[in-house]
């Protein structure tokens, strides 16, 4: 059974950084792309960032782009987000999700391109 789990959530304030951890177990991850999501209230779960199974091709929403690095330690089965400068617009609920498909060089903003997803971790950015 494959079990994903964030941790590094927290309440900041506006500028400071976070870096958002995504440990799996139940399989190897080091031959599938993994992407982030978010979800802030009353809003559609989002895309913020994938990486493709090898970790050389990173995917990132406009949003984002140029504070967040998304990265990804093969051996030890973990993806991670490193959040700087970051808004309050950047809170919400993050979740790390696992590709379905095997050896996808080419990372999916799709919700619908993954196929197991974490319980979240909370953000929240105060102005």
């Known amino acids: 059974q494959v079990r994903l789990v964030e941790s590094g959530g927290g309440l900041v304030q506006a500028g400071d950084s976070l870096r958002l951890s995504c440990a799996a177990s139940?399989?190897?991850?080091?031959?599938?792309?993994m992407g982030w999501f978010r979800q802030a209230p009353g809003k559609e779960r989002e895309f913020v960032a994938a990486?493709?199974?090898?970790?050389?091709?990173?995917y990132y929403a406009e949003s984002v782009k140029g504070r967040f690095t998304v990265s990804k330690d093969n051996a030890k089965n973990t993806v991670y987000l490193q959040m700087n400068s970051l808004k309050p617009e950047d809170t919400g609920v993050y979740y790390c999700?696992?590709?379905?498909?095997?050896?996808?060089?080419?990372?999916?903003?799709?919700?619908?391109?993954?196929?197991?997803w974490g319980q979240g971790t909370q953000v929240s950015v105060s102005s």
């Open positions: 999700a696992l590709d379905r498909r095997r050896l996808s060089m080419q990372p999916s903003s799709s919700p619908d391109a993954y196929e197991h």
């Open positions: 139940g399989r190897t991850v080091s031959r599938y792309a």
């Open positions: 990486i493709s199974w090898s970790g050389g091709i990173p």
